[in-house]
């Protein structure tokens, strides 16, 4: 009787990658490009994908000891140099030190005479060399449609592409292709076919003067992946992704607490003030003290010793330091000791996804545990309500998994004070106070109220908001007003009526 | 320049109908030797002696490739006299190599 061997399991071998070193890349595929394999990159010219594979090998030379050759097909010799020291490189140093070389291969536009059969084995020999010479663990070539101008006999080419490709693989070499966009496929010329095992696609739309840069995994065999366009932005230190970073809710709900920098307002909060990690809305008219507010809460979380990033939309750093010293805020004392970090941009210099991949990057160099965006109500103005909602989900959603308190600040109009908040942004937000002033007998005075504050039994009562040199304070409770509920704001609009 | 054939170096005759051709190959593979003999035998129709042929194997010396950038394998280069001339292929097509390297010797 044949005594068989139980069954082995089948291990799950996962699959290797090579980190890109690329800011968010790496996050959004889930440790970076399949290693030993040929990742394809497409998009237009200007898209990004030169840049995107020098920096895949110069981060793999630099950062993970792994040095990279690039055939550049396209006499970009100026071009290259400039995408390496965007980077921050210098490429001649690079080749010196034997982590990065470059042979350009020239392609002559017109078309050489074919005498009868050939390969080609040049561009094997010559990469196969460059590779021995340095040792080289990835391989850029860039772009392989350069050759399809020049070597007429495109059966001969493509065989040779299929034929270049598995020799990378045999290699054992990480690769990344690129390859221009083309009008009905991913590439001018089906490179994709010949590509199995992970494609990118990157796209740049200017809509309304604003240009918006995406990215996509087409497809990435062994990984799974989300079919989501991931916005990205071309800055100092390169590219910057911004990874959407949970489809699902999964963010731990903390039960810290942290002062809202008032004492009374903390006590309005169960006595404790606002959940560590949550997410705080402040509306008002103009001039209600919404920066104030915002400026305090920063203050006396720098007191405590906790690192806050101010991202101001509207006022300069220096303007909001001389207006919150007049009412006894001295925040230049926070911002000598660094632990305010002011980021101030104009909410039209670049697209929704621009200003988010900014706000990325500055939260993973400083990591700070407040975050205030004053305001946000600008934004609205780059695109529609629509787009502003769906960015503000990413970056809640972000800044929660990081755990970082976030405070929003928003200008409502007279006579329509909630409906338009409510109806871009409140959902996102756990608690959210309102700003009002009023002149009950001749008198001006600013009212805060809590409209709601999630987990946690809040007061519902209006106090004063007195804003002097001495700081911001509540005051007593306001009788001569209704509490507080979420419905209020439908009832004045219909009273506005 | 580098010599790779064991003839002796050229005597000054000139330059006008004198040829030097480099082939470059990777190896000794069917379509390489095709070329070597293609090419000897049209130079010696051609050119009638006033010709030097440098094989270049690129498995041996993958440096050269840069120096003429060479993609195809065969490729052919006119280098003398100038201008430089290159075709690709294993040169069964005669024409093609006597026009595309323009062969016909001045008189």
């Not at chain 1, 993970?64 to 390496?84: H, I, Q, R, W």
């Not at chain 1, 991202?311 to 805020?329: A, D, H, W």
């Not at chain 1, 200003?355 to 993973?364: D, E, G, N």
């Amino acid at each position: 009787m044949l005594r068989t061997k139980p069954k082995a399991k089948v291990a799950r071998i996962p699959l290797a990658k090579a980190r890109t070193g690329i800011q968010g890349l790496d996050e959004v595929t889930g440790g970076g490009l399949p290693r030993g394999r040929v990742t394809l990159v497409c998009g237009r010219a200007g898209c990004g994908k030169s840049l995107l594979a020098m920096e895949f090998l110069v981060h793999g030379a630099i950062k993970y000891g792994e040095p990279g050759v690039c055939m550049d097909f396209e006499e970009s010799e100026e071009k290259l140099t400039a995408n390496v020291s965007s980077l921050g490189f210098d490429l001649r140093a690079l080749s010196k030190q034997k982590k990065l070389l470059v042979d350009y291969v020239s392609v002559e536009r017109n078309e050489i005479a074919e005498t009868g059969e050939y390969n080609l084995d040049g561009v094997f020999i010559r990469l196969a060399h460059a590779v021995k010479a340095i040792k080289a663990k990835r391989v850029v070539l860039d772009s392989v449609e350069a050759l399809f101008s020049g070597i007429a006999d495109e059966a001969i080419l493509r065989s040779e592409l299929r034929r270049l490709f598995r020799w990378l693989e045999d290699q054992k070499l990480t690769a990344v292709v690129t390859g221009e966009a083309g009008a009905q496929t991913l590439t001018r010329h089906g490179l994709e076919e010949y590509v199995a095992d992970c494609v990118i696609s990157l796209d740049h739309r200017v809509t309304e003067q604003i240009s918006t840069r995406r990215l996509r995994i087409v497809k990435y065999r062994g990984t799974s992946h989300g079919t989501d366009e991931y916005p990205f932005l071309i800055g100092e230190d390169g590219i910057s992704v911004v990874p959407i970073t949970s489809l699902v809710l999964t963010h731990k709900a903390l039960k810290d607490r942290i002062s809202t920098g008032i004492s009374t307002l903390d006590e309005m909060l169960e006595g404790k003030g606002f959940f560590r990690g949550s997410s705080v809305l402040v509306t008002g008219t103009a001039g209600t003290g919404k920066s104030s507010l915002a400026a305090n809460f920063t203050r006396a979380a720098c007191a405590r010793g906790e690192v806050c990033l101010y991202l101001t939309f509207e006022e300069s750093p220096s303007q909001i330091l001389r207006n919150m010293s007049s009412v006894g805020l001295d925040l230049s004392r926070w911002v000598k000791k660094n632990l305010l970090h002011f980021n101030a941009m104009r909410p039209t210099s670049t697209g929704l996804e621009g200003h988010l991949a900014v706000i990325h990057r500055l939260i993973s160099q400083l990591r700070p545990s407040v975050v205030v965006i004053d305001p946000i109500t600008n934004l609205v103005s780059v695109s529609g309500n629509y787009d502003v909602k769906s960015m503000l989900v990413r970056l809640v959603d972000f800044l929660k998994v990081e755990q970082i308190t976030s405070m929003f600040t928003n200008l409502t109009f007279a006579g329509d004070p909630q409906e338009r908040t409510a109806a871009a942004v409140s959902s996102l937000m756990d608690t959210w106070i309102v700003l009002r002033d009023s002149k009950p007998n001749g008198r001006p005075r600013r009212e805060l109220y809590v409209l709601k504050s999630r987990g946690m039994a809040h007061s519902r009562e209006a106090r004063e908001l007195i804003v002097s040199e001495r700081g911001l304070e509540l005051g007593i409770v306001l009788r001569d007003r209704p509490p507080a509920t979420t419905a209020e704001g439908t009832s004045a609009a219909a009273a506005a009526k | 320049m580098k010599k790779k054939s064991a003839k002796k170096g050229a005597a000054k005759t000139s330059q006008t109908d004198f040829f030097r051709l480099r082939l470059y190959i990777a190896g000794q593979t069917p379509n390489s030797i095709a070329a070597i003999a293609n090419l000897k035998k049209i130079c010696e129709d051609k050119l009638k002696g006033k010709y030097r042929i440098e094989v270049v194997d690129l498995l041996e010396k993958p440096q050269l490739a840069k120096g003429d950038q060479i993609i195809a394998i065969p490729t052919l280069v006119r280098r003398l006299p100038p201008p430089v001339k290159k075709i690709i292929g294993n040169l069964s097509k005669t024409e093609s190599v006597i026009v595309g390297l323009d062969l016909q010797p001045a008189r």
